[in-house]
């Protein structure tokens, strides 16, 4: 079981997160405040971190920088503000990633289990959804046998979508993990590239079977 450290100032939803990501098979430690949080991690190092970004104590961000000096966990901190110039220095703290409230927890999860995996791994290098497989290091994709090319994107959008098999991924989570933080185009190149790899992976690709849409919020496989 990954362990997560929780640490959020806001009860209500640091009990509801922690409620989820137990559900989910995270061991969760939780504290409201900043330097508690620190303590806490580095006595019981954990697998993963998500820090609120204004804290009691000290806040998230200087507890990232703190940590990220000590340790490789991955940290994800979540922000009520959504200005650039806040990306850019959680980011700079030492970061992984960052998701803005309100957020969803399917989200959150998606986003820590992709932050876990950042971390190197042995056997990592192998995805498959049902007779679809990739070959990570080869950079090969394979259905029923048969070698599907893709272009560089398409590629990493499929292998962001097999990570996350069976979570709905939003198109600004897919932009960041795909095109990257600075992406400044149109969200629609998002769906644009899905139509691709439906053309190529889809029976019908107007009836699609694995890469199912999500109304309203994104995109999943199955
Ligand atoms: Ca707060």
Redesign the pocket.
């Known amino acids: 079981m990954p362990r997560v450290l929780l640490v959020?100032?806001?009860a209500t939803l640091r009990d509801l997160v922690a409620q989820y990501l137990r559900r989910e098979g995270f061991e969760v430690s939780t504290t409201g405040n900043g330097d508690e949080a620190l303590d806490l991690a580095r006595n019981e190092p954990p697998d993963v971190c998500v820090f609120?970004v204004?804290?009691p104590g000290m806040d998230g961000l200087s507890l990232c920088r703190i940590l990220r000096k000590e340790s490789e966990v991955p940290i994800l901190l979540l922000t009520a503000r959504g200005a650039e110039i806040d990306r850019v220095i959680g980011l700079e703290s030492g970061a992984d990633d960052y998701i803005v409230k309100p957020f969803s927890l399917p989200e959150l999860v998606a986003r820590m289990r992709a932050a876990l995996r950042r971390v190197p791994k042995p056997h990592s290098d192998r995805l498959q959804a049902g007779d679809l497989v990739m070959d990570l290091t080869a950079r090969r994709v394979f259905l029923v046998d048969r070698e599907i090319k893709l272009s560089h994107k398409e590629f990493e959008l499929l292998a962001t979508l097999m990570r996350n098999k069976g979570a709905v991924l939003t198109r600004e989570f897919l932009i960041t993990q795909v095109w990257g933080f600075d992406f400044e185009g149109d969200p629609r190149t998002v769906d644009v590239h899905m139509r691709w790899l439906r053309e190529k992976l889809e029976k019908d690709p107007s009836h699609p079977e694995r890469l199912q849409t999500v109304r309203g919020v994104g995109y999943r496989i199955d």
């Open positions: 959020e100032d806001e609120d204004m804290l």
